[in-house]
């Protein structure tokens, strides 16, 4: 099993930045590509931005592309997001996700493990 939890989320203008952060524990964690998934209101859940067991690979979606940064620390079990120029449309709970495989495009269906997820508010 794997222990997802999330923080970070809250209110910020548009324009503005925030920084998402999950903490992972559980088997292997350091061995799972990592992820970050949103699903607005009434939409279904989307993949945002991804990186690899290694953290040598990242993928992100063309929409967060240049405002987004993911990076993880596998000595603490934690990966970020980094989120500038933030937008209106970016608003949306954020959900962590851990898998085995995490890459543009996968349905959130296929996602093994998620946190509870951070709620990220944009005012335009």
């Known amino acids: 099993q794997v222990q997802l939890v999330e923080s970070g989320g809250g209110l910020v203008q548009a324009g503005g930045s925030l920084r998402l952060s999950c903490a992972a524990s559980g088997r292997t964690v350091s061995s799972y590509d990592m992820g970050w998934f949103r699903q607005a209101p009434g939409k279904e859940r989307e993949f945002v931005v991804a990186?690899?067991?290694?953290?040598?690979?990242?993928y992100y979606s063309d929409s967060v592309k240049g405002r987004f940064t993911i990076s993880r620390d596998n000595f603490k079990n934690t990966v970020y997001l980094q989120m500038n120029s933030l937008k209106s449309e970016d608003t949306a709970v954020y959900y962590c996700a851990a898998d085995p495989r995490i890459r543009h495009g996968t349905s959130w269906l296929s996602v093994d493990y998620w946190g509870k997820g951070t709620l990220v508010t944009v005012s335009s």
């Open positions: 990186i690899s067991w290694s953290g040598t690979n990242t």
